[in-house]
């Protein structure tokens, strides 16, 4: 059974900085490219950021550029999304999305990111 455990969402203030992980099961982690998805209220899901399976090319949303990194943990079969400089429109709650081209074919349940002051 596959499945893609999201955490280390919260409330934080403008400029602040949290650390998603999520913690994926049922694949083969470390042959799979992954994904960062979010959903701010009342818009459609955008594309934040991608890692190959090695860890050594990501790919980045330009509205995330330079603030965000996207990582792995191939032995702990763990995706991160570090978010730095974090602004009220990075509010959304993001998703951790298995993709297999040209599919999102696993999706975790998502975490809430609340940029507020």
């Known amino acids: 059974q596959v499945r893609l455990v999201e955490s280390g969402g919260g409330l934080v203030q403008p400029g602040g900085s949290l650390r998603l992980s999520c913690a994926v099961s049922?694949?083969?982690?470390?042959?799979?490219?992954m994904t960062w998805v979010r959903q701010a209220p009342g818009k459609g899901r955008e594309w934040v950021s991608t890692?190959?399976?090695?860890?050594?090319?990501?790919y980045y949303a330009d509205f995330v550029k330079g603030r965000f990194t996207i990582s792995r943990d191939n032995a702990k079969n763990t995706l991160y999304l570090q978010l730095n400089s974090l602004k009220s429109e990075d509010t959304a709650v993001y998703y951790c999305?298995?993709?297999?081209?040209?599919?999102?074919?696993?999706w975790g349940q998502g975490a809430q990111v609340t940029v507020s002051s």
């Open positions: 999305v298995k993709w297999t081209s040209p599919m999102f074919d696993f």
């Open positions: 890692i190959d399976p090695g860890g050594g090319d990501m």
């Open positions: 049922g694949f083969t982690f470390s042959n799979s490219w």
